[in-house]
């Protein structure tokens, strides 16, 4: 039999893909854990796999990955996609799919199979991966490819012996290490709110708590003086943060397939992250720097969430966006409080904000009176020429 390998997750869909296509195909399972998992989830979704019939079953650890190739740059671009929501799940996809074609080449699999229905977004990204990494490996989609409802699906497992509890949650998670999304019948219309107990972390710390965090050339190094790899300390933040329910929202924006989209999502490591970097470029960077940061960063983003992530552009940003922190090293603290957080202040000598040059409305150091206005005669000169030509 030819040699499959399929996007598994052990969810319904891809559990019909596993069963349905096993009589056809040598089925190797595959699931990338970019963050989210536990060691027995891990185990489980391994068992349940050897269950629908497939040969082999491997979990790929993609969470430094994750960090080196994706969210190092969101957070070198202060990326929130419509000024909200840090791209937590659609990130994820990209390098779930890079780490998916890679394995599919290794073991000289013909097929790829992934359990994307034709109206969302993971369609685009998985197949545009695969096709761009392994032209040569056919892609093959049950579940888009014959329309299947739930109870379709659902129908043919037990027809095929298996049984399992396939009830969908009134909630669905999406959990990992830049956010969590959080789905529900809240979300497939525009009035409602998601309702406080959609949400996974729920309100358990009532008190101020003060967290400092440490930047290294725009990456985070520390928690609280306690170094570690950028990645570790994105999951220490968010320990420290999610009991305070800190970092809940519903992002709005348009889908590629070309139709609006609604999710709820809890991502606070992610925002506070972000936040907290964006404040100490604010004290380090020139005007300019967080000028034309601000639209590539813009642009970054909204490619990598329409699956454009192997264009060539995206490394040109990066690179920008790496020479960009050069300067943004310092400490951020930060108060955790409940639903919310606020920024304290910084601490970094490369702060612009430095008090021998002057301080804002006080006092000026570096120029005097008549040099400010010869400076302000000359910077309003085309204005003047503009009103007395047109007059």
Known sequence: MEKLVIAYSGGLDTSYCAVSLSKAYDVHAVSVNTGGFTKEEIKHIESNAYKMGVSTYKNIDAISTFYQKVVKYLIFGNVLKNNTYPLSVSAERI???????????????????????????????????????APNIKIITPIRDQKLTRQEEIDYLKSEGIDMSWEKSKYSINKGLWGTSVGGVETLNSEKPLPNEAYPSQLKHAEDEKVKLTFLEGELVAVNGIENDPEINIEVLNNLASPYAIGRDIHVGDTIVGIKGRVGFEAAAALITIKAHHLLEKHNLTKWQLQHKEYLSSFYGMHLHEGQYLDPVMRNIEAFLQSSQEMVSGDVTVTLKPYHFSLDGIVSKHDLMSAKFGSYGEENKAWTADDAKGFIKILGNQNKIYRQVNS
Request: proline letters at 0%; hydrophobic letters at 45%; zero cysteines.
């Open 95 to 133: 390098i779930q799919a890079i780490e998916i074609v890679e394995y599919a080449k290794s073991i000289d699999a013909e097929y790829i199979a992934h359990g994307s229905t034709g109206a969302g977004n993971d369609q685009v990204r998985f197949d545009m991966i695969f096709q761009t990494l």
